[in-house]
């Protein structure tokens, strides 16, 4: 018989039978263990494993595992190739345009018009052309092979960039989830293994905050409640337990208690990953059924134009129509007829009013309707702008061109037509579409993407691991922080540095003998048991460290004390083993406590421990002097608040209160309670009173070295950082005062969360924006508060209208319940270290070492996206300005352009690819901290920018005229003004084409400093990227130039005109200087907005579902406009690249969700105003929805005024999902969750109250 690892290779289960098993719940499950299985202990020795200790952890063991049931990965999407890439970014329709313009180039430099050899006047023609020769007149096909390379040289840059950035960010999501650890026992041993690595067999220690990585069944669990919405759709928490409801189902999230775990279904094969699935061949199905849509729609489109045209013959013969047919007959407004040939078998009605376009127009698209980054939003809406500008030259250009040509040759000089004269017109077209490509700044978003990008890979280093790209910019725009203490301000390394114990005051550790000996064994033991076995304190890795606290920090502090006190805590753990708990009452923010009840002699003790105040509350006796009991009244309690918890509190400790109590069936002390049965465990405020008090404990959380200065330059770059806590009010006084955010006399506000609610609330209970304002401009510590707290003041924040720019704010988080807050807030930060699975789920921004200060550095690196990205623009648009002027006048003057189509398409490689590189990986610097934020409405292009601008095109276009018209004389040479379309280059327009690069060159220096700052040359050699790019870009120009030829209609130049080109160039540097001089609060203010007000949904974001045609079949009232714009900005790849960029962290970080299955946060998304992200493998699910909005989605909930709901993209569907495949497993019961999961498809759930408070609390 085959063996593994000593054992059996045939395991007493299949795969089949555990996955019937998992599709069970509650007392179903049980019956179902104890019926096949006999119980939870069989199915674990069936499946090899040990419920205390683990699998041994063997290589091969681990692998058959995997061979036998499957991985705990579901297999992403294969990215896509090179080739489809390079594909895509042909599909740009200014190239299209380009390419066939060329083409036919082309074609006509091949053509020899056949009358040339005939009659008299096409012998004058080729007099006049007489001084071609041969070799000249066939080197005419050069231009258009030089446009077409240009072409090819663009979408191969584009489709390049696409492909190392995809790559890039599947290695940021590969770090990612490899930093999701999981708790497993292995060999008897506690381990954290990556969840990719869990197999079926494993035991898996659970606790609050996690999102399951896997199925399993429950061995043991202490009060352990799971929020099984992301399956089920029911908002209530679940409670769990090995004799209740054993089942836990992967995605889901553990909102309090813990326990432990058999895995039992990994990967594909568990319920998450079976919806994972099913999802997964639906979007397939309606991918395939959208084009179908879209053919049918198109046939509609081409029916109907008959069907108006054919109108009278149709109604006087009605009887032709057959049933197919009904569908091509559309009316005029009065002549209503159905369409029946809709995919999903509606019947629409044809006709619609201008406000059902209009309405249909503004309904919000999947993914794409969020609000829009700030800068995103600003620099769309400038591209757009600038390209209604420059597609109105650009055709004024070619109608200039055609229209002088023809009054000059067909009017002034009378010559007949000849096919010769097309190529002419084509030159003309080529020249119009080359403006366009260089006046329209595509490069826009691919330097916001090469920037984020860069910015996201170097924030790495600065302990920021960016989720969501965009929240690496708005982080630049941040108003208001609103931080954690614990861990973020401090140093999360506790220990006990004051106690009171026996009414006696100990600044330091106590000995254990000097103790009373009854009283320091209950205090030994109740911190010992009532605290995670998962926490624990280990010696350092060298003699003298500090030792590693692993855990709940708080608990460490505890246990440290223990060992302080020469006792060991795992002694009295092994004694009392967490199999023995009767139950356990775990932490949460509204307890503010947790309490474990063992069985004792026949009865039961309570150990509780919690903040002091609360549990103060709780004890009627406490032990006083020489460990004597004494009763504990109202008075004493407040006089051990008044004298021993405030003073350790002001001085920054956090107090810490022990206490217990005996339930016995005996004889009954004065302390114990007698009982003659089973207390009602349920009844927690019964149980958790009249307790014992053993003792108080101070701890101490040290402030951060470094927080003071980092809290100073925030505040100095006018940023406000407020300090939420659940921490006692004086505690958080003392802290807030350490780190600078409450200074002496600046009339601060500090709140208490009862307080704050006091003031925020009416007199029925609802949170007033009007009373919130007069709390939060103020407000700097909020201590005692709940997570409803923290979302109900970032919320409040951020709908306030008193100040003229919307607040930005940036909120810190680490618990389950931060998740709203967290979603709420413009940028959401994540503890690296101390958050829970479900707070790294629901942050922009994870900080690897859960320090203040990173977010300082996250504030820099989007400070400095933002003016990387003005540099840029500061850069093109001088560059725009000028050569569409150029090209403009030269059309109108000289009628040619002086910048021929492949130089102008040079030029614009310069601009957008190189210079977007060099100009984005500038490094930010301290002075970005040293001005206020820019804002949400602030314009894009400042004062200062655009009298730079300005300035420099008035120089550029000065010296480029002076060369076109007075260059021969000046330089003595040739003129190339007026030359024939068959000339060979000249030195003149090769001179004007050299030095308008020369200065483009040379202010891109200038564009590094956008401020006003002199010194252009400052830390110019600090970025490598840039001077490598600026002297390739040199040197490129100079083999251009000398050996470029035809093809880039350039003729070399000897040594002195190259001198006068670079003499030309440098001016630029001299004349930034005078620009410099210049006062620019003179210019007016608002004539240069662009780029400015708030960010709005715009055209642009309707590509996101990428030319979706409206759910009737017609394109939508706007999608013509849209089209031409984005044919005409040429933004469509960029936007693409973009959306990669963007959509690429975000969906890899879906994919990663599928990949390691720990998470099913794709498919619960909070309503905020930030919108539903955009989703990646199953987004087609939100797009039928969008264009019927559930009346229910975005309902704020009556009771409590809170917008936030637990939303699955899953409830968001349209009834087209839902039909287009059966979602329910092969031999899945009705009732199993994936069922559950999968039914919810086609249906809204209401909202009700329950789920405002689920997803807030």
Known sequence: MATIDGRPAQYGITLRQLRELMETRGQEGIEKIQREHGSTLEITKKLYSSPTNG????????????????????????????????????????????????????????????????????????????????????????????????????????????????????????????????TVIRGGEVQQIGVGDIVVGDICQIKYGDLLPTDGILIQSNDLKIDESSLTGESDHVRKGADSDPMVLSGTHVMEGSGRMLVTAVGVNSQAGIIFTLLGAAADEEQEEAKKRKKEAKKERKKKKKGDSGEELIVANPNK??????????????????????????????????????????????????EKSVLQAKLTKLAIQIGYAGSFIAVLT??????????????????????????????????????????????????????????????????????????????????????????????????????????????????????????????????????????????????????????????????????????????????????????????????????????????????????????????SFIYGKD???????????????????????????????????????????????????????????????NLTCLCVLGIEDPVRPEVPDAIHRCQRAGITVRMVTGDNINTARSIASKCGILKPGDNSLILEGKEFNRRIRDASGKVQQHLLDKVWVTLRVLARSSP????????????????????????????????????????????????????????????????????????????????????????????????????????????????KAVQM???????????????????????????????????????????????????MILVIFVLLFYGDRLLDIDSGRYADIRDPPSQHFTIIFNTFVMMTLFNEINARKIHGQRNVFQGFFSNPIFYSIWLSTLASQIVIVQLGGRAFSTEALSLELWLWCILFGSGVLLWGQVVTSMPTKKLPKNVFSWGSGEPQTDPMADYNLEDKL?????????????????????????????????????????????????????MRNLRSHQGNRPMSDISYIDEDSTKSPSPNSDKRCGSCNTAVRLVTPIEESSPTTAETAPLVPPGSPQGGPAAAATQQLGHHRPHTHANTQNSSS
């Not at 029946?340 to 127009?361: I, L, Y």
């Not at 008044?642 to 339930?663: H, K, Q, W």
């Open 55 to 182: 699998l041994s952890g063997n290589a091969s063991d681990m692998e058959h595992r995997r061979q036998t049931f499957g991985s705990n990965v579901i297999p992403p999407k294969p990215p896509k190739t090179f080739l489809t890439l390079v594909w895509e970014a042909l599909q740009d329709v200014t190239l299209i345009i380009l390419q066939v313009a060329a083409i036919v180039s082309l074609g006509l430099s091949f053509y020899r018009p056949p009358e040339d050899k005939g009659s008299d006047e096409p012998e004058e023609g080729s007099a006049e052309v007489g001084h071609h020769d041969e070799s000249e007149e066939e080197a005419g096909w050069i231009e258009g092979v030089a446009i077409l390379i240009s072409v090819a040289v663009v979408v191969f840059v584009t489709a390049f960039n696409d492909y190392t950035k995809e790559k890039q960010f599947r290695g940021l999501q590969n770090r990612i989830e490899g930093e999701h650890k999981f």
């Open 321 to 370: 129509q057959g049933d197919g047919e009904a569908a091509a007959v559309t009316g005029n407004s009065h002549h209503v007829t159905a369409n029946s040939a809709n995919a999903d078998g509606d019947v629409r009605n044809n006709k619609h009013s201008k406000d059902e376009d209009e309405e249909e127009v503004s309904r919000p698209t999947g993914g794409g309707g969020q």
């Open 398 to 619: 070619v109608v200039i061109l055609i229209v002088r040509f023809c009054v000059q040759t067909f009017v002034v000089e009378g010559k007949p037509w000849s096919p010769f004269y097309a190529n002419h017109f084509v030159k003309f077209f080529i020249i119009g579409v080359t403006v366009l490509v260089v006046a329209v700044p595509e490069g826009l978003p691919l330097a916001v993407t090469l920037s984020l990008a860069y910015s996201v890979k170097k924030m790495m280093k600065d302990n920021n691991l960016v989720r969501h790209l965009d929240a690496c910019e708005t982080m630049g725009n941040a108003t208001a922080i609103c931080s954690d203490k614990t861990g973020t301000l401090t140093t999360n390394r506790m220990t006990v540095v004051q106690s009171y114990i026996c009414s006696e005051d100990h600044k330091t550790t106590p000995k254990y003998e000097s103790l009373p000996h009854h009283v320091a064994e209950l205090l030994l033991y109740s911190i010992s048991v009532n605290s995670a076995y998962t926490s624990r304190v280990l010696p350092g890795e060298n003699p003298g460290d500090l030792p590693n606290q692993v855990g709940n920090k708080t608990e460490c502090s505890l246990l440290g004390f223990v060992l302080d006190l020469g006792k060991s805590y795992q002694a009295i753990r092994d004694e009392i083993s967490e199999e023995s708990f009767h139950r356990v009452y775990t932490f949460n923010s509204a307890r503010k406590s947790m309490s474990t009840v063992i069985p004792r002699d026949g009865g039961y003790r309570i150990y509780t421990k919690g903040a002091s105040e609360i549990v103060m509350k709780k004890c």
């Open 627 to 689: 460990g004597k009991l004494e009763s504990f009244s109202r008075s004493m309690q407040d006089r051990l608040v008044r004298e021993v918890i405030e003073p350790m509190a002001c001085n920054g400790l956090r107090t810490i209160s022990v206490a217990y109590r005996d339930f016995v069936r005996g004889k009954a002390d004065i302390n114990q309670v007698h009982i003659e049965n089973e207390p009602n465990w349920e009844d927690e405020d019964n149980i958790i009173s």
């Open 788 to 899: 409803t707290d923290k979302y109900t003041l970032v919320k409040g924040i951020i709908e306030s209208k008193i100040n003229a720019n919307r607040e930005v704010v940036a909120v810190t988080g680490d618990g389950t319940n931060d998740g709203p807050a967290l979603k709420m807030a413009d940028v959401g930060f994540a503890m690296g270290i101390a958050g829970t699975d479900v707070a790294k789920e629901a942050s922009d921004i994870i900080l690897t070492d859960d320090n203040f200060t990173s977010i300082v550095k996250a504030v820099m690196w989007g400070r400095n996206v933002y003016d990387s990205i003005a540099k840029f623009l500061q850069f093109q648009l001088t560059v725009n300005v000028v050569a569409v002027i150029v090209a403009f006048v030269g059309a109108c003057a000289i009628n040619d352009s002086p910048l």
């Open 905 to 955: 398409l040079w030029v614009n490689l310069i601009m957008d690819t190189l210079a977007s590189l060099a100009l984005a990986t500038e490094a930010p610097t301290p002075d970005l901290l040293h001005r206020k934020p820019y804002g949400r409405t602030k314009p894009l292009i400042s004062r200062t920018m655009m009298k730079n601008i300005l300035g420099q095109a008035v120089y």
């Open 1110 to 1162: 409206d759910s009737d079949g017609k394109d939508g009232k706007r999608t013509g406009q849209i089209l031409w714009i984005r044919g005409l900005t040429r933004l469509q790849t960029q936007l693409r690249v973009i959306r990669a960029f963007k959509s690429t962290l975000e969906d890899l970080e879906e994919r990663r969700s599928c990949h390691s299955l720990h998470s099913l946060h794709s």
